[in-house]
């Protein structure tokens, strides 16, 4: 078994699949080879360096704020050139990597129809190395959940949930997202929560490029013969969201890998995002029309009855355009001693769905984002994601003070 990795989205309509290689987990009665969740590539000229957030202007044009110059400027990039195409070039040495370093000029119509649609795992091998013992609380292997189409419109039933599209080293890539609420901005959020591979490679390489967030995407729930001949208009009825900036974890940055389930507890990430084309000045909750709250009391297992997963699961079975969820009660994953341990449900949604919100009861007994798809099994069965603790809550909070004037 293996867990879920990035996505590739494919221009030439390969097909969906996974794969991994097995890793044992002590605790767990079976052996397990465990990667990060969910994303799919496709149009391989793509090679690393990171991303970066400029303003759109007017048509063919990019607007970028004084200080994002200074900073393009400082790094080496020309703008002009990043718009042409010089963001395809992933020289693992100017790969911008901290924190501090991300980047993400907006490129007019980059996000196509085409880009979007098609989807494929990478293949991410894993050995017996790449996970310490289960030295903390593992409960058992839960059973399968099937998941359940999500009915459309999608935007009436779960008008939260979107995709996030990036380009990697290996091609072009997605994952699933959640619109959160912005306590600094109440009603007008511009915030979005995803998994942390979903935007920087981790320990191996820095920021992925081109991030971005589209809400509802595929909102009529249309199959894939359907999808190929879509408008924009169509796959993406309430715009194409920038990502202006983005925080995870430094335990991400400083520990994610690709597989065995490295940096997995601590696999979050939160957007802020902007209109691609400017917009009429509505915020992303103000479009969609609704935003989830996030819960950071971390609810121990035994007190929670069900945790309901949500996401675009798009290795096979599934082709990755059309939404489905999980519910199920929750059980604990460890993979060290040392690190959070992590929840897990049942659910066979595949990769495509890293990244995708948990959802449950939150301190008010309302629905709020607990957590999000991180790793799963390769032959799916069930996701875990992390527990939501301070760790998550400094992210958060970050990006709340960054843009809490905006």
Same mark, same amino acid.
């Given at each position: 078994m293996r867990s879920i990795r990035p996505s590739f989205t494919a221009r030439r309509g390969r097909s969906a699949r996974r794969r991994t290689s097995p890793l044992p987990l002590v605790a767990l009665a079976a052996a397990l080879a465990l990667t990060v969740?969910?994303?799919? *590539?496709?149009?391989?000229?793509?090679?690393?360096?990171?991303s970066a957030s400029a303003a759109a202007g007017g048509e063919g044009e990019i607007t970028i704020p004084d200080d994002i110059k200074d900073k393009l400027k400082e790094h080496g990039i020309d703008l002009d050139k990043w718009k042409d195409g010089a963001w395809k070039n992933w020289d693992r040495d100017d790969w911008l990597r901290e924190a501090k370093d991300y980047i993400n000029p907006i490129i007019e119509g980059l996000w196509d129809p085409d880009r979007m649609r098609e989807a494929e795992d990478p293949d991410r091998g894993v050995d017996d190395s790449d996970l310490s013992g289960d030295q903390g609380v593992t409960d058992p292997t839960p059973q399968p959940v099937d998941a359940q189409a999500v009915s459309p419109a999608y935007h009436a039933n779960a008008p939260e949930a979107g995709k996030v599209f990036f380009d990697s080293p290996e091609g072009t890539m997605v994952c699933s997202a959640t619109v959160v609420k912005d306590p600094a901005n109440p009603g007008k959020s511009n915030m979005v929560w995803t998994a942390g591979h979903c935007v920087h490679a981790g320990? *191996?390489?820095?920021?992925?490029r081109n991030i971005a967030f589209v809400p509802s995407y595929n909102d009529k729930a249309m199959g894939a013969a359907a999808m190929k001949g879509a408008?924009?208009?169509?796959?993406?009825?309430y715009g194409v969201w920038w990502a202006d900036w983005v925080q995870t974890s430094?335990?991400?940055?400083?520990?994610?890998?690709p597989t065995g389930g490295d940096g997995a507890p601590y696999?979050?990430?939160v957007l802020h995002v902007k209109p691609e084309?400017?917009?009429?000045?509505k915020s992303l909750e103000e479009m969609v029309g609704s935003a989830l709250p996030v819960?950071?009391?971390?609810?121990?297992?035994?007190?929670?009855e069900s945790m309901k997963a949500v996401g675009y699961p798009a290795a096979a079975p599934f082709d990755g355009e059309k939404l489905y969820q999980c519910e199920d009660k929750p059980g604990r994953l460890?993979?060290?001693? *040392?690190?959070?341990?992590?929840?897990?449900?049942?659910?066979?949604?595949?990769?495509g769905s890293s990244g995708g919100g948990w959802i449950a009861a939150g301190s008010d007994g309302k629905p709020a984002l607990v957590s999000n798809t991180s790793i799963g099994p390769v032959d799916s069965g069930w996701l875990a994601g992390p527990r939501l603790g301070k760790e998550a809550k400094a992210v958060f909070d970050g990006m709340g003070e960054k843009f809490a004037t905006q």
């Open positions: 969740t969910a994303c799919e *590539s496709g149009d391989a000229e793509a090679g690393g360096e990171a320990k *191996s390489g820095g920021w992925y408008t924009r208009e169509q796959v993406a009825p430094d335990q991400w940055i400083k520990q994610g890998g696999d979050f990430a084309a400017g917009g009429d000045g819960e950071f009391n971390a609810p121990a297992v035994p007190d929670v460890s993979l060290t001693a *040392s690190d959070p341990t992590m929840y897990r449900i049942g659910c066979t949604m595949t990769g």
